[in-house]
């Protein structure tokens, strides 16, 4: 998916995707793997599939944003899941990928022809690749129990029986220390979380595709 970001908020959060955040006015703030960042427009932020991030404060920022499967582009030659940016905000840009960003911010509708498209996309990866320090990923994904309840959450938060219950079963604890978790560390409580990913998952179809609003209710 590609559309444009404006005041991003969202807590933290994590899914088998890459996202790439473009801004073009304005700073905005990001929290990766548990570190603060600071983006700034002309830099990038490039977010490895798996790898805990959110948005905690809503700056006064706009850009672009593409969230797309590694399988889009196989021949990139980066194993996805072993690796990350040792800094995930990439800057400055090359030429590539400056080229590309203008390139697809330009797209009607924040889309264009797949194939125009999947080669800039393939371009701006390529080239927030050169400017990015690549390391082993060292994530707390079997010991960290709200990580792999957000990662369990990430591709069930559309079904109609998910639960803080099933939640918690699925990650091996009770539904009362979740619940604490969830209040503890994002500050909200689980069915906020939930409807947050349904919500953001509406918006991006709204603005994306011409579906009716029922058809967008039920994918969500």
Request: with cysteine.
């Given at each position: ?44 932020l490039l977010i ?48 590539d990928a400056r ?118 209710a039920f994918r969500?």
């Amino acid at each position: 998916s590609m559309h444009p970001f404006r005041r991003l908020q969202f807590p933290d959060h994590l899914h088998a995707q890459i996202e790439i955040l473009l801004p073009r006015h304005g700073d905005f703030h990001a929290r990766v793997d548990g570190a603060n960042q600071l983006v700034h427009p002309g830099d990038a932020l490039l977010i490895f599939p798996h790898l805990l991030h959110g948005y905690p404060v809503a700056d006064e920022s706009e850009g672009l944003m593409l969230i797309f499967s590694p399988a889009l582009l196989p021949d990139m030659g980066v194993d996805w899941e072993a690796m990350h940016p040792r800094s995930p905000v990439v800057t400055p840009l090359n030429e590539d990928a400056r080229y590309a960003a203008h390139r697809l911010a330009q797209l009607p509708g924040g889309a264009g022809p797949e194939r125009e498209t999947l080669a800039l996309l393939h371009l701006l990866l390529s080239g927030l690749l050169q400017g990015a320090v690549l390391e082993s990923a060292e994530r707390p994904i079997v010991g960290d129990i709200l990580y792999n309840a957000l990662g369990y959450l990430s591709g069930h938060y559309a079904q109609s029986d998910v639960s803080l219950k099933r939640t918690a079963h699925a990650v091996g604890v009770n539904e009362y220390h979740l619940s604490h978790l969830f209040n503890a560390r994002l500050h909200m409580d689980f069915r906020r979380y939930v409807n947050l990913l349904r919500t953001d998952k509406a918006r991006q179809l709204l603005t994306q595709k011409a579906l009716p609003i029922e058809e967008v209710a039920f994918r969500c």
